[in-house]
T-cell receptor
Framework: DAKTTQPNSMESNEEEPVHLPCNHS???????IHWYRQLPSQGPEYVIH???SNVNNRMASLAIAEDRKSSTLILHRATLRDAAVYYC????????????FGQGTELSVKP | GAVVSQHPSWVICKSGTSVKIECRSL??????MFWYRQFPKQSLMLMAT?????????EQGVEKDKFLINHASLTLSTLTVTSAHPEDSSFYIC???????????FGSGTRLTVV
């Protein structure tokens, strides 16, 4: 599985945008970029995923570099409930593939 | 939306006993489920892939005789930690693919403490 690199931790202020970076220089052409987050003492939850184009949903936006070697998860207005560990994961397109988690970025949000 | 229910949410057991953890997909069928283990301040480590009606596929280094996985129906997978020891104390999480057109749904996790 191709590797991703994320900062260990980031801080944000409440109500401000947050940009969480992820580097994946060895990404292959069939790898999707997935983001999950894990709130304290809970299982992870799906945030967003994409292949080449930027993606938006009700939770976040995903900006993917043109060469696909990096991506950025954007939370438009951070809330205290967004404090979590955010994982950037590369996954092949096959339907049954497993998710392999890296270390993730621990996001703290200050009021 | 898709829901995966995991039970129990926490359990304390004595060293040498066995513990069973259940993972159910409540509103969708899951032919494949995954089991993870997470130690404090660490990431999730995939233990095994559970396939309905067939044997589980274990990741390298995971003892299949110690962590028994059964996936007898399309909505239920179980993980049994046999002869548990304190080093097996961890947060166990299951996940399933299905119920939505993309993404994986995770259970809320089971915190196992072996004393």
């Amino acid at each position: 599985d191709a590797k991703t690199t994320q900062p260990n931790s980031m801080e944000s202020n409440e109500e401000e945008p947050v940009h969480l970076p992820c580097n994946h220089s060895t990404i292959s052409g069939t790898d999707y970029i997935h983001w999950y987050r894990q709130l304290p003492s809970q299982g992870p939850e799906y945030v967003i995923h994409g292949l080449t184009s930027n993606v938006n949903n009700r939770m976040a936006s995903l900006a993917i570099a043109e060469d696909r070697k990096s991506s950025t998860l954007i939370l438009h207005r951070a809330t205290l409930r967004d404090a979590a560990v955010y994982y950037c994961i590369l996954k092949e397109a096959n339907q049954g593939g497993k998710l392999i988690f890296g270390q993730g970025t621990e996001l703290s949000v200050k009021p | 939306g898709a829901v995966v229910s995991q039970h129990p949410s926490w359990v304390i057991c004595k060293s040498g006993t066995s513990v069973k953890i259940e993972c159910r997909s409540l509103d969708f069928q899951a032919t494949t489920m995954f089991w993870y283990r997470q130690f404090p301040k660490q990431s999730l480590m995939l233990m095994a892939t559970s396939n309905e009606g067939s044997k589980a596929t274990y990741e390298q280094g995971v003892e299949k005789d110690k962590f028994l996985i059964n996936h007898a129906s399309l909505t239920l997978s179980t993980l049994t930690v046999t002869s548990a020891h304190p080093e097996d104390s961890s947060f166990y999480i299951c996940s399933a693919r299905g119920g939505v057109t993309y993404g994986y749904t995770f259970g809320s996790g089971t915190r196992l403490t072996v004393v």
